[in-house]
């Protein structure tokens, strides 16, 4: 099997219907979600909702129930070794034997992956241990690593070979904000470079920065995929806009509420209100020339940004 398909598919991965259960008990039931290339994917989803079961599916670390599970448009049969090189994972808390130092620890993983070999692996690792803020302590034993810095490692044991796609299991867990901003910046990095993240995390406000997309999972089952204004858009009916107006009359009020697409429109304080709409266009100009014909100004509108908490939260009691 080739490394790279003749034919470039549009996703790095695609994953529908997976089922993966345990004897009677379901861990996953029907997930479904499609990593685009060259995006930052956000995987979300409360504890135990299966989004590790899932990301272990992908690896063969699990093997499927059922379902299908795409990898740059191959299904992963065998041992699948060109294919596995192209992908590159980090799961939850990574672990290493305690003793090895940081930079054995690449090195070693590196042969086991045949990443690279030689010369060549020994650069890799240095060179991965500065992207991750860890080349002051490539000669440190694992075992005397903080729980930010043993994130950092699994970092860079996922990013031996230069796979095309990186799943990351909770890669901010233990870092604090400057660790957390250096890894945006690190995975941001990598996909203006081409390549994919597929992203868990419960750092809500880091995906929401990160990541394009994100799919929502709970109890084992996909509840939606998009892009945050989707999930806003789902929760809401529509788009929210906050509009004050210089004097908001009864009769301005009145034609607003008349207006194509405008779902509702509510007062929100004095001259000022927040109008849903159905429809995805940019109404202020709209309500520029509605607000002069009735004599009055439109002082600002902006449209409203609905907390990813607020929305994963939202998502997660519908589907209880």
């Given at each position: 099997?080739?490394?790279?398909?003749?034919?470039?598919?549009?996703?790095?991965?695609?994953?529908?219907?997976?089922?993966?259960?345990?004897?009677?008990?379901?861990?996953?039931?029907?997930?479904?979600?499609?990593?685009?290339?060259?995006?930052?994917h956000g995987f979300l989803g409360p504890n135990g909702s299966g989004k590790t079961t899932t990301m272990k599916c992908?690896?063969?670390?699990?093997?499927?129930?059922?379902?299908?599970?795409?990898?740059?448009?191959?299904?992963?049969?065998?041992?699948?070794?060109?294919?596995?090189?192209?992908?590159?994972?980090?799961?939850?808390?990574?672990?290493?034997?305690?003793?090895?130092?940081?930079?054995?620890?690449?090195?070693?993983?590196?042969?086991?992956?045949?990443?690279?070999?030689?010369?060549?692996?020994?650069?890799?690792?240095?060179?991965?241990?500065?992207?991750?803020?860890?080349?002051?302590?490539?000669?440190?034993?694992?075992?005397?690593?903080?729980?930010?810095?043993?994130?950092?490692?699994?970092?860079?044991?996922?990013?031996?070979?230069?796979?095309?796609?990186?799943?990351?299991?909770?890669?901010?867990?233990?870092?604090?904000?400057v660790g957390v901003a250096d890894v945006r910046n690190l995975l941001e990095g990598l996909v203006s470079e081409g390549?994919?993240?597929?992203?868990?995390?419960?750092?809500?406000?880091?995906?929401?920065?990160?990541?394009?997309?994100?799919?929502?999972?709970?109890?084992?089952?996909?509840?939606?995929?998009?892009?945050?204004?989707d999930l806003a858009k789902r929760l809401h009916g529509g788009i929210v806009y906050r509009a004050e107006f210089d004097?908001?009359?009864?009769?301005?009020?009145?034609?607003?509420?008349?207006?194509?697409?405008?779902?509702?429109?509510?007062?929100?304080?004095?001259?000022?209100?927040?109008?849903?709409?159905?429809?995805?266009?940019?109404?202020?100009?709209?309500?520029?020339?509605?607000?002069?014909?009735?004599?009055?100004?439109?002082?600002?509108?902006?449209?409203?940004?609905?907390?990813?908490?607020?929305?994963?939260?939202?998502?997660?009691?519908?589907?209880?």
């Amino acid at each position: 099997m080739s490394a790279q398909s003749s034919a470039s598919p549009e996703f790095a991965l695609e994953v529908k219907n997976l089922m993966k259960s345990y004897g009677a008990y379901p861990g996953v039931w029907d997930v479904s979600l499609t990593v685009e290339q060259g995006t930052l994917h956000g995987f979300l989803g409360p504890n135990g909702s299966g989004k590790t079961t899932t990301m272990k599916c992908v690896m063969g670390l699990l093997h499927k129930t059922s379902g299908l599970i795409k990898v740059f448009g191959e299904e992963p049969h065998g041992d699948a070794r060109e294919l596995k090189k192209r992908v590159g994972y980090m799961p939850e808390s990574p672990s290493f034997p305690a003793y090895l130092k940081g930079r054995e620890v690449l090195i070693t993983y590196g042969r086991i992956r045949a990443a690279s070999d030689g010369a060549r692996l020994r650069e890799e690792s240095r060179s991965l241990l500065q992207q991750v803020g860890l080349a002051d302590a490539a000669e440190k034993p694992f075992g005397k690593y903080s729980r930010g810095m043993q994130t950092r490692l699994g970092i860079a044991v996922a990013m031996l070979g230069k796979p095309d796609l990186l799943i990351l299991d909770e890669p901010t867990e233990g870092l604090d904000p400057v660790g957390v901003a250096d890894v945006r910046n690190l995975l941001e990095g990598l996909v203006s470079e081409g390549r994919s993240v597929l992203l868990s995390s419960h750092q809500l406000s880091e995906v929401k920065q990160m990541c394009g997309k994100v799919t929502v999972v709970n109890k084992g089952r996909t509840v939606i995929e998009g892009s945050v204004e989707d999930l806003a858009k789902r929760l809401h009916g529509g788009i929210v806009y906050r509009a004050e107006f210089d004097s908001l009359a009864p009769d301005l009020m009145d034609e607003l509420k008349t207006v194509d697409g405008v779902s509702e429109v509510t007062s929100v304080e004095e001259d000022v209100v927040a109008v849903l709409i159905s429809k995805d266009y940019d109404v202020r100009p709209l309500l520029a020339r509605l607000a002069v014909k009735h004599g009055s100004l439109l002082l600002s509108c902006e449209r409203e940004e609905t907390p990813l908490e607020e929305l994963f939260i939202s998502l997660v009691k519908e589907n209880k």
